[in-house]
């Protein structure tokens, strides 16, 4: 025999399950990543007491300012993203939320990653050294370029890095430095002929950039509208599209002579 329940009770009963429901799936881990500013690094300097370029086979100059590439940081592909986690990093500046899978390729360990990470990283930097000497018309079989940057992995540094052997070889042409004195970071790829691609996380980079010194950013130019979006006070989008725009946009920055572009 079972007894009757009143409306208020049915209510109540079946509310529990639903209640049970959305509470679990309030906090089960979901597909994304959350993302910050990460470090920077002078790639006309020194990354853990180790020269980040060495360069042998050609005269190289002393460089004055700074070239900062800049990464973010995100939770690592083990890491649990809650709900709140995403509602608490979309009322923030200083953080993002990213799917995973663009983050950390799917399905892939740690190891694999950090693998995929070095192997990105070592393409850069040969498309990088092949990008600059060829906008110098230097042969690779004569100068021997080394790059080294010590826990940092993809491809995201290879405009800076090419800027960074063009300064240390040319400068801006005439004996002066790219940067004028400036410290100047930015992000993006590049390959051998030179051309700039983007890389996603602007956003953050130019935060990164702002808090370690920077006036300057380079951002590839489909991405200025994301680099507009939190951009930090007193810093200076310049967008780019080629390594030997970049020059000319530097060159121009430096010496007030032509128009420099703008985001």
Not at 14 to 35: D, G, H, I, N, R
Not at 43 to 67: C, F, H, Y
Not at 114 to 132: F, G, I, L, V, W
Request: charged share 20%; glycine share 12%.
């Amino acid at each position: 025999m079972f007894s009757r329940l009143t409306r208020p009770q049915a209510i109540a009963v079946c509310a529990l399950p639903v209640v049970a429901l959305l509470a679990t799936a309030a906090f089960a881990p979901l597909p994304f990543s959350v993302a910050q500013p990460g470090l920077t690094a002078n790639v006309l300097g020194e990354n853990k007491g180790t020269e980040v370029i060495t360069i042998s086979g050609a005269p190289v100059r002393d460089t004055e300012g700074q070239l900062r590439m800049t990464t973010i940081e995100a939770t690592s592909p083990d890491t649990r993203v809650s709900f709140p986690d995403v509602i608490d990093s979309w009322f923030r500046t200083d953080q993002a939320v990213m799917p995973r899978d663009a983050v950390y390729p799917s399905g892939d360990s740690v190891k694999e990653i950090e693998q995929h990470n070095e192997k990105q990283m070592k393409e850069s930097q040969d498309a990088a050294t092949r990008a600059a000497l060829g906008y110098l018309g230097l042969d690779d079989k004569d100068v021997e370029v080394s790059l080294k940057l010590a826990d940092v992995g993809g491809p995201s540094a290879g405009l800076l890095f090419s800027l960074g052997i063009v300064d240390k070889l040319d400068g801006d042409g005439t004996g002066g430095d790219l940067t004028g004195g400036r410290v100047i970071a930015g992000t993006g790829t590049i390959d051998a002929a030179g051309r700039v691609g983007a890389v996603g996380g602007v956003a953050l980079k130019t935060q990164a950039a702002r808090r370690d010194g920077a006036t300057v950013f380079l951002v590839p130019k489909a991405e200025c509208g994301d680099a507009r979006a939190e951009l930090p006070k007193g810093l200076r989008l310049i967008p780019v599209t080629t390594l030997k725009s970049t020059v000319s946009s530097l060159v121009a920055l430096e010496t007030g002579k032509g128009s420099v572009p703008s985001c």
